[in-house]
């Protein structure tokens, strides 16, 4: 059966976001900078190979999975000089048949949970590939960040930063029609899933920050890039941007 993105041309999504695709390198880099030694990675939901060069020179083995055969074939012609990487056409849920259990040092899951109905069935997937002490890295699109808060509060609601249930945010139509699921989670409901599922919380950033097309037009992109550094650490504690990185340690 042919998955989503197989009829979507996603690299073309990216054309003219190189600010939301460099902030988002910016956060892997600096929480990739608390682990000492990454062997083996396991991208899940890789597609084509977007991300793969800001944590490939960390890692002797690479595992890029995704549930589009379009995706990947478009991965392996980006990475055909690269040996130490696996392709592996698979849905999340299917991983642990495929992957064997305790052999991933590092899993990375970025602009992927938003599709997944059952974010529990996720985690405990990636908790039984990891080794003991393994690292997961999960970006999340966030239900509280500023701007939907104050939507929020504009239209009476001042429940949302309480309402720690994830909410979908496709139209009507969208759901009838049955497409992807596109969730959006509160960061403490996240935090605590993670630790019900056998994780412990150890770094976070707030990403694209200054998501904003009509500033992305008043400023140079470097500019934004510099701006954007320096305030996704600090932010995340307020959990500030539309976009949150986490990165936890599976418990011993």
């Known amino acids: 059966m042919a998955a989503a993105y197989d009829t979507y041309n996603y690299p073309s999504y990216w054309?003219?976001?190189?600010?939301?695709?460099?902030?988002?390198?910016?956060?892997?880099?600096?929480?990739?900078?608390?682990?000492?030694?990454?062997?083996?990675?396991?991208?899940?939901?890789?597609?084509?190979?977007?991300?793969?060069?800001?944590?490939?020179?960390?890692?002797?083995?690479?595992?890029?999975?995704?549930?589009?055969?379009?995706?990947?074939?478009?991965?392996?012609?980006?990475?055909?000089?690269?040996?130490?990487?696996?392709?592996?056409?698979?849905?999340?849920?299917?991983?642990?048949?495929?992957?064997?259990?305790?052999?991933?040092?590092?899993?990375?899951m970025v602009r992927v949970l938003h599709h997944i109905d059952d974010c529990d069935l996720a985690f405990s997937t990636i908790h039984k590939l990891l080794r003991n002490k393994g690292y997961f890295l999960l970006e999340?699109?966030?239900?509280?960040?500023?701007?939907?808060?104050?939507?929020?509060?504009?239209?009476?609601?001042?429940?949302?930063?309480?309402?720690?249930?994830?909410?979908?945010?496709?139209?009507?139509?969208?759901?009838?029609?049955?497409?992807?699921?596109?969730?959006?989670?509160h960061p403490d409901d996240i935090a605590k899933k993670l630790e019900d599922n056998g994780f412990e919380l150890i770094g976070k950033r707030s990403v694209s920050n200054i998501r904003s097309s009509t500033i992305k037009k008043m400023f140079p992109t470097d500019t934004l890039l510099s701006i954007e550094s320096s305030i996704q650490k600090p932010l995340s504690k307020i959990n500030f941007g539309p976009s949150m990185f986490v990165l936890s340690q599976k418990k011993a």
Do not use: C, W
Not at 35 to 58: C, D, F, H, K, Q
Not at 77 to 102: P, R
Not at 158 to 166: A, K, S
């Open 15 to 108: 054309k003219d976001r190189d600010y939301e695709h460099e902030s988002e390198l910016i956060a892997i880099k600096e929480l990739l900078g608390n682990i000492e030694i990454i062997n083996t990675v396991l991208e899940v939901g890789a597609g084509y190979g977007r991300l793969t060069p800001s944590y490939m020179y960390r890692s002797k083995r690479v595992i890029l999975s995704d549930p589009s055969s379009k995706l990947l074939k478009i991965a392996r012609e980006n990475y055909a000089d690269q040996k130490n990487i696996k392709y592996l056409h698979s849905k999340l849920e299917n991983l642990d048949k495929k992957v064997k259990s305790k052999s991933i040092d590092l899993a990375i």
């Open 140 to 185: 999340f699109a966030n239900k509280r960040h500023l701007k939907a808060t104050f939507a929020h509060f504009f239209k009476g609601d001042f429940t949302i930063p309480i309402d720690i249930f994830p909410k979908d945010i496709r139209s009507v139509k969208h759901k009838k029609q049955k497409t992807l699921p596109f969730v959006n989670y």
